[in-house]
Every structure is written in C-alpha cells, then in structure tokens.
C-alpha cells in the first residue's frame, strides 16, 4: 500500500516505494521544486513564459509553474508555435480552453505569419534537401520563440524536457561525435547567459516519461500522448528505442546517464565558457557563424 497514506497504490519506484494518486502528485511536484531550487532555475526578478506544444510535458510545466505563480501574486506566460499541421491545431485549440480558463497570458506564434509558409506545405522540398522535418521545425520554432520572448521582455523559458529527453541528447550526441555540444545541455539550458539569447530551463529534469504521463492524467491536464504526424524515423528515435529496452534491464540507466553529465557539466561550461556568439548578418540574431541555421534552411527552401 501507499507508504504515505495506506490507501491503494497507483505508482512504484525501483526501490520498491509505493504511492497513491494524491501522494504521487505531491512527490511528482516535490521533485519538481527540488530540480528548480537546486539548480536555481530562476529568481523572484525573472520573467518566466512556459514554451507548450499541448503535449504531456509541456502542459505540466506550465500546470506546475502556474500554481507556483498564483501563490506569489504574479503572471506567466505560455508561449507556442502553430506550423500548421491538423495536429496542432487541435493541440492549440485545447491549450487555448486551458489558458483561458486558469487565466494565463497565452501568444501563439504562426509559421504562415512569420515566414509565409506552414510547414505542411514545404515537406516535398525538405525531403528533396535531404532534411529531416524534425531538424527543420526545431530550428525555426526554436528562433520564433527566443525572438518573441525577447519582444514580450521574458528571460527565461521553461520547456518540457524529462529525465528521459535528456538521457537521449547525452547519447545522440556521443554517438554523433560531437562531445562538445554536451556543454550546452544540463538543467539550465547554455553554457552561459548571452544578450540575444532567452536562457531555458527544464523543470521536470529529475523527472521520467513515465512520472509526466501519470501526473497530467491525475491533473486531468488536456493533452494528446500521440507523436508527431511528421516525425521521421529520425537517428534520435532509434537511441529512444535503444535506451527503452536497456531500462527494462537496467531500471536505473536514464538516472546513470543524467547523472554522470552533472558531474563533468562543469567542466564542459568552463572549457567552452570564452566562445562569443556573433549577430547573424541577416536576421542580426545571435549565431556562430555569419548566418543562423534558421537563415540558412530559409535559403536553401527558397
């Protein structure tokens, strides 16, 4: 039975401990607050905009960080990025119902009003560039959203990356050869703050997949646990299959990976912390060569 309580479990951990539903979510929530405090997320000065898809993740980010909020007499913001798939659309509309109900500032951003297309309607070309249409979306979205939280004065995004997202980039970027972009993950999102660039961070850090799903079903948070219409079968998601199937063998091989990351973090920060970004001479966003990837995907889909 619940340890807590008594009352009928819902939820176990590896070490055997068991929970109800109301005793998860307060655990569930407890580990949230412990990864933002420890890591020191943000201050009571900061402006904080939750970064939402409508998925499970996101949703409970901002479910979380608006409780927080309304304890403390101030506002957040939710911020998302409509490409134009049906998919999205139906997420948006959900998010827009929760937004208005729990009385959140909610700014959709739309790729048809940004850049003059959805991203429905350049698959085609993506394909015939030999893209992926993950690596597309992420670029573009990702420099909407720094821009416009830039415009509404945010400094600091929340996005809904778990335990698990980042157990994946740890190997994926092992496995692509490219060690030092490992200085760019960690709870607190960059090697160091830079002007153009609105710092992220990651809430449900010490959290997994499988903690998120419970928690916004017992919160009854609308979302959809489907996977993107557009993914391709990406090298990311053959690194989450792999790592699936060792956690079945080995429960703990998510934390182990996470954790050893913490351990060198400092020292991948402080090898990298002298690079400079420079202004991307088109857009004259932050970028570190002459044009920013999202300048050059633009170009090359013209």
């Known amino acids: 039975m619940c340890k807590q309580c008594e009352s009928k479990p819902v939820y176990e951990l590896t070490n055997k401990r068991k929970f109800c539903e109301r005793c998860f979510c307060r655990f569930f929530e407890k580990k949230v607050f412990k990864a933002m405090r420890k890591y020191r997320m943000f201050s009571a000065k900061d402006r904080v905009a939750v970064a939402c898809s409508g998925g499970k993740d996101s949703m409970a980010v901002l479910h979380i960080l ?14 998302a990025v409509e490409e134009g798939t049906e998919q999205r659309k139906k997420l948006l509309k959900k998010l827009e119902k929760y937004c208005k109900d729990s009385k959140i500032q909610l700014k959709i951003i739309s790729f048809k009003k940004e850049y003059g297309f959805e991203l429905q309607s350049i698959l085609t070309k993506i394909k015939s560039l030999k893209l992926t249409n993950c690596y597309v979306c992420s670029i573009l979205k990702r420099w909407l959203l720094n821009k416009k939280a830039r415009e509404l004065g945010i400094t600091k995004i929340a996005t809904g990356h778990s335990l698990d997202d980042e157990a994946e980039a740890v190997i994926l ?6 060690p030092a972009l490992l200085a760019k993950l960690g709870p607190v999102s960059g090697i160091k703050q830079r002007k153009k660039l609105v710092q992220r961070i990651k809430p449900l850090y010490l959290c997994s997949s499988k903690e998120v799903i419970l928690y916004a079903k017992f919160q009854k948070l609308p979302l959809s646990l489907e996977s993107c219409t557009l993914r391709t079968d990406t090298f990311l998601a053959g690194i989450r299959d792999f790592l699936e199937n060792m956690e079945k063998k080995h429960p703990e091989i998510k934390n182990a990976i ?14 990298r912390k002298d690079i400079e970004l420079t202004s991307c001479k088109k857009c004259k966003e932050a970028s570190s060569d002459e044009l920013c990837k999202r300048c050059k995907i633009l170009g090359m889909l013209k």
């Open 66 to 79: 608006h409780k927080i909020a309304k304890k403390g007499r101030k506002k957040i913001t939710a911020l």
């Open 173 to 178: 970027n092992l496995m692509k050869g490219n």
């Open 258 to 271: 996470v954790n050893s990351l913490l351990q060198i973090l400092p020292l991948l920060k402080e090898k």
